[in-house]
């Protein structure tokens, strides 16, 4: 494997479990309307991954040789990164020492935050109403779900919003579509149904 990890490569996971089905089904369309626009046109996208993590050092460590990730599950927690699990791994280009250094301190004191269901049903009443101001104001001030939590690091470091207003609104969808088309990150490593692609 030619991938070597870096601090601060944003990692979106892939599963199959029916919760990481459901969140994939809200995330096709921005709201019911649409989703019912693209449902009867036969247009509707498929959505790859429902969870975000963030690698924190660069290399692999000695404990596991696998590198460390912070992810927020139903609470900020450090695992060792998997290769083998369906996912796609983006590195910001131009990402310094300094900057890459920050993003793990600051990833780091949020260790044990709360996973944020304020902020969930924010996302849901914004997809039933399309009134984005749900998903933007509604959540609790420490508490965050992962994208949103990886998305307000990088906020907090780099002002990097990934073409949202507010960090508070990014869907894991949204972040995809982002990275994938933005001159400033680049896919550095993929793996999908055993076969690394990247």
């Known amino acids: 494997m030619s991938y070597m990890p870096v601090t601060g490569d944003i990692i979106l996971e892939n599963s199959n479990k029916t919760g990481a ?99 969930a049903i924010g996302k849901f009443l914004t997809w039933l109403t399309c009134i984005p101001l749900f998903a933007m104001f509604m959540q609790w001030p420490t508490q965050e779900i992962c994208v949103c939590r990886v998305a307000s690091w990088y906020e907090r470091v780099l002002r990097e919003r990934f073409g949202c207003l507010t960090h508070s609104e990014i869907t894991t969808q949204r972040l995809y579509e982002y990275l994938m088309t933005s001159s400033k990150y680049q896919c550095v490593y993929r793996y999908n149904n055993g076969i690394i692609l990247e």
């Not at 989703?35 to 247009?43: A, D, G, I, T």
């Not at 609470?75 to 131009?94: A, C, H």
Request: aromatic share 14%.
């Open 21 to 119: 089905k459901i969140v994939k089904f809200f995330m096709q369309s921005p709201t019911c309307y649409q989703q019912l626009w693209r449902w009867f046109n036969k247009s509707l996208t498929s959505v790859p991954y429902y969870h975000v993590a963030m690698i924190i050092n660069d290399g692999f460590n000695g404990h596991s040789g696998l590198a460390d990730i912070v992810e927020q599950q139903w609470k900020v927690r450090l695992e060792d990164w998997n290769p083998t699990s369906d996912q796609i791994i983006f590195r910001r280009v131009d990402l310094t020492s300094v900057q890459a250094s920050t993003l793990r301190i600051v990833a780091l004191t949020d260790m044990d935050e709360k996973w944020d269901i304020l902020n």
